[in-house]
């Protein structure tokens, strides 16, 4: 099924589709939770793959109760964002049961992603060297906050990594207090890190039958997706701090208030500069010693930034950003998220699907809302198959699958 654009108010349906997935054949056994790695299966899922999400009796992956909002059956919207295309099989791994379980399910999966606290598997006898003693072709990839070293027993949470990282010392305004991103953005990134890393074992398996492990860290991912600013340190000695919206090497590259919300400007160059200043009255400003290029601009930032601000002030974001996109200056309002949709839409580039539900009967099927997957294959189009599950919704067709291999437990199935 081909990607579907669509604005907020028109969710269109997705449908299962005829071609291949470009993973498809590709068995995953997600003992992950919370976000890093439920993203990073279900971007893996989304090509095509094969996920068995393994969750605990009774409460399930912890995000199943991160409450409000939730959708109309009560279900946590964080939790649905990152859990479509997969299926939910409950074991108890504090039994021998629920273990043997555990190991039969990995035994026919290409793939196994945990991130629990390192050791953790290893003590439920489900480490990395047990089970790929027996299954050596089998990748095992582990998603930790701070490695499985001497950082194995600080807890892997977002916020305490941006604050570790750096990543809030450098957020926020200059005057004002460390600020975090608005979502867990290392999560985020730590789980792309994973599935890029899953997917060049995989490579690497199909042209020699070896599975292996991948490790990636929350600390880790951070340190590397804060590109020029933990370049600005590592190779110059420079240690950035906060400067709001405004860019350490570029300018003007950040907000300025206009006559009703703020406006985005982004001059990456000297030609862009100077459209800017005739767009906003001013030509002779690119004419200035003070203005002429880039360096000079950074240095006098603070001048700069207070003609714009008296400038764009007489007209509201909408009319500047229309006027200087036209004259090829990257620019545009703050959007709130409905808005931002809203522009998606506009420009044909994904935006929300409808999941479909085979749980319920078709005429009293209420469809999960979801973010579309942004990447776009020709050949092998990410799909939508199933909405994300219920606690437990697949454990008697999955246990009845590992019949053969390990008996079902009484009450294993929810």
């Known amino acids: 099924m081909s990607t579907q654009h669509n604005a907020p108010d028109e969710p269109v349906a997705a449908r299962d589709s005829e071609g291949r997935g470009a993973l498809e054949g590709l068995r995953i056994a997600d003992f992950s939770r919370v976000l890093a790695g439920p993203y990073a299966t279900m971007l893996l899922a989304d090509l095509g793959a094969e996920v068995i999400k393994v969750e605990r009796p009774g409460s399930g992956d912890d995000t ?38 555990a190991r039969a399910l990995v035994a026919e999966s290409d793939v196994l992603v945990e991130n629990f606290r390192p050791g953790t598997m290893e003590r439920l006898g489900l480490g990395p060297s047990e089970l790929r003693a027996r299954q050596p072709e089998l990748i095992y990839c582990s998603i930790s906050g701070f490695g499985g070293g001497a950082g194995a027993a600080i807890p892997g949470y977002d916020l305490l990594v941006q604050a570790l990282g750096g990543l809030m010392s450098v957020t926020g305004e200059a005057t004002g207090e460390p600020v975090k991103a608005g979502v867990a953005l290392v999560d985020v990134i730590t789980g792309l890190h994973a599935s890029l890393g ?38 110059a000695g420079v240690v950035p701090g906060r400067m709001g919206n405004a860019h350490p090497s570029i300018a003007p590259y950040e907000t300025v208030p206009t006559a009703d919300r703020p406006i985005a400007i982004a001059v990456g ?32 930032r603070t001048a700069l930034r207070d003609i714009l601000t008296t400038r764009l002030s007489t007209a509201g974001a909408d009319h500047w950003s229309a006027a200087l996109l036209a004259a090829g200056v990257p620019a545009g309002p703050v959007n709130t998220l409905d808005e931002a949709f809203a522009f998606a839409h506009k420009l044909g580039l994904p935006g929300i699907v409808d999941m479909p539900d085979p749980c319920v009967d078709a005429a009293d099927s209420r469809p999960a809302r979801q973010v579309a997957n942004p990447i776009a294959l020709s050949g092998t189009p990410t799909q939508y198959r199933l909405p994300p599950p219920r606690l437990g919704e697949h454990t008697a067709e999955i246990l009845h699958r590992l019949s053969d291999r390990t008996p079902a437990p009484d009450g294993a199935v929810t």
Do not use: C
């Not at 991160?66 to 039994?95: A, C, I, M, Q």
């Open 64 to 101: 199943r109760a991160w409450t409000p909002p939730v959708d109309h059956e009560g279900t946590s919207t964080y939790f649905l964002s990152v859990n479509r295309n997969k299926r939910s099989v409950v074991l108890d791994l504090t039994t021998d049961a629920g273990r043997e379980q």
């Open 198 to 235: 899953i997917l060049a074992a995989l490579r690497h398996r199909d042209a020699t039958g070896e599975g292996q492990r991948v490790e990636v860290n929350l600390l880790g991912s951070l340190l590397s997706a804060m590109v020029n600013q933990a370049s600005a340190y590592a190779v």
């Open 269 to 300: 160059n000297d030609r862009q500069f100077a459209a800017l200043a005739d767009i906003v009255g001013e030509p002779g400003l690119a004419l200035e010693d003070r203005f002429r290029v880039n360096a000079d601009r950074v240095a006098h």
